[in-house]
T-cell receptor
Framework: AQSVAQPEDQVNVAEGNPLTVKCTYS??????LFWYVQYPNRGLQFLLKYITGDNLVKGSYGFEAEFNKSQTSFHLKKPSALVSDSALYFC???????????????FGTGTRLTIIP | DGGITQSPKYLFRKEGQNVTLSCEQN?????MYWYRQDPGQGLRLIYY???????QKGDIAEGYSVSREKKESFPLTVTSAQKNPTAFYLCASSPRVSNQPQHFGDGTRLSIL
């Protein structure tokens, strides 16, 4: 079974500094990887995904993620943090494709990102 | 705008009572999902449905039930058998194509009176 680990419950970054939110995964076969963001009392919003191709994936709100197959990692990054980036971030991995088409997601436990003005 | 609507936003349950959470989508997605979110535990899958009139148990289905009579609707019933129902419940949907992301509603927060 696939799994996702987010080793940091909390990450604090000064406004304007680069940020990294870490994610490692375990999956048989080629991974489908996703990042989501959640603001208080809201649902999850999709940020970006890695399916295949370039290891650096660009997404919404200036975020990007680097897929590293040898380290089984998919860390989320942003060059310059904004106070509005403060939120809960989830990494997720999808089951390997089946004949049906859509498969379940397995989520990490989340990382709370706080940007300090 | 297309999206997923969950209602109510807040819900209170009395002991021994069943309650039903609504989830409606107008995205024409085949698949729908219910998750439970507890602090520090991320999202855990309760039930999912990949097509109308069919659904499968997720990782924590005990004490919950669902139906999928229409493509756009996937209600979740929290039964009295669920002894610790206080949580934030999230509904999601996605197209059948496996590389597409899930779209989420804004959740229902369930508490016990």
């Amino acid at each position: 079974a696939q799994s996702v680990a987010q080793p940091e419950d909390q990450v604090n970054v000064a406004e304007g500094n680069p940020l990294t939110v870490k994610c490692t995964y375990s999956v048989s076969g080629n991974p489908y990887l996703f990042w989501y963001v959640q603001y208080p009392n809201r649902g999850l919003q999709f940020l970006l995904k890695y399916i295949t191709g370039d290891n650096l994936v660009k997404g919404s709100y200036g975020f990007e993620a680097e897929f590293n197959k040898s380290q089984t990692s998919f860390h989320l990054k942003k060059p310059s943090a904004l106070v509005s980036d403060s939120a809960l971030y989830f990494c997720a991995v999808r089951d390997p494709p089946s004949n049906f088409g859509n498969e379940k997601l397995t989520f990490g436990t989340g990382t709370r990102l706080t940007i300090i003005p | 705008d297309g999206g997923i609507t969950q209602s109510p936003k807040y819900l209170f349950r009395k002991e021994g009572q069943n309650v039903t959470l609504s989830c409606e989508q107008n995205l024409n997605h085949d698949a729908m999902y219910w998750y439970r979110q507890d602090p520090g535990q991320g999202l855990r899958l309760i039930y999912y449905s990949q097509i109308v009139n069919d659904f499968q148990k997720g990782d924590i289905a005990e004490g919950y039930s669902v139906s999928r009579e229409k493509k756009e609707s996937f209600p979740l019933t929290v039964t009295s058998a669920q002894k610790n129902p206080t949580a934030f419940y999230l509904c999601a949907s996605s197209p059948r194509v496996s590389n597409q992301p899930q779209h989420f509603g804004d959740g229902t927060r369930l508490s016990i009176l």
